[in-house]
């Protein structure tokens, strides 16, 4: 989930370094070190490897919000909607999987995230054109196996 939430964040952290402005997510970085250094050591001692993972990805959640206000505050943006919906989504997915009881229920739960991921992109991230073009491929491909 991390990885996730970070890989969103890099589009924040490349405008702002585009703007000329390389000083925000610096500064962010030196001010986030200190909490996240004693949030990690409460974490591991309090849950272990587990409680390791969840800081460092509620960390990387933080950074990515913040970098977003960051640009909204720096640039002149349209809309941040989607980037703290997806966000907020990717949180709200890694708290539930931190409560669930054991390995089977956190598959089952990985399983209905990415079904449902896949079902969300395909509806509202993939444009119609492009839908239209990938059945035409699955169909032509799955016509030529026959």
């Known amino acids: 989930m991390g990885i ?5 964040a890099q589009i924040p952290y490349a405008l702002l370094q585009a703007a000329n402005r390389p000083d ?5 970085h030196l001010l986030e070190a200190p909490v996240y250094l004693a949030a990690l050591v409460m974490g591991i001692r309090t849950f272990g490897i587990t409680g390791a993972a969840a800081v460092w990805a509620l960390r990387l959640i933080l950074e990515g919000l ?9 640039l002149v943006v ?17 708290l539930v999987s931190l409560f669930l009881p054991n390995e089977w ?3 089952g739960w990985c399983a209905i995230v990415l079904a449902g991921g896949a079902f ?3 509806r509202f991230v993939v444009r119609r054109e492009e839908r ?3 059945t035409s491929l ?3 491909m799955s016509g030529a196996k026959s």
């Open 105 to 107: 229920a956190k598959a």
């Open 120 to 122: 969300l992109s395909w």
């Open 132 to 134: 239209r073009h990938l």
């Open 24 to 28: 925000l997510p610096g500064k962010l």
């Open 138 to 140: 699955l169909a032509a």
């Open 66 to 74: 913040l970098l977003l206000f960051f640009v909204h505050r720096t």
């Open 4 to 8: 996730f939430v970070n890989s969103i």
């Open 78 to 94: 349209n809309s941040l909607k989607t980037p703290l919906l997806l966000m907020a989504t990717a949180t709200s997915t890694m």
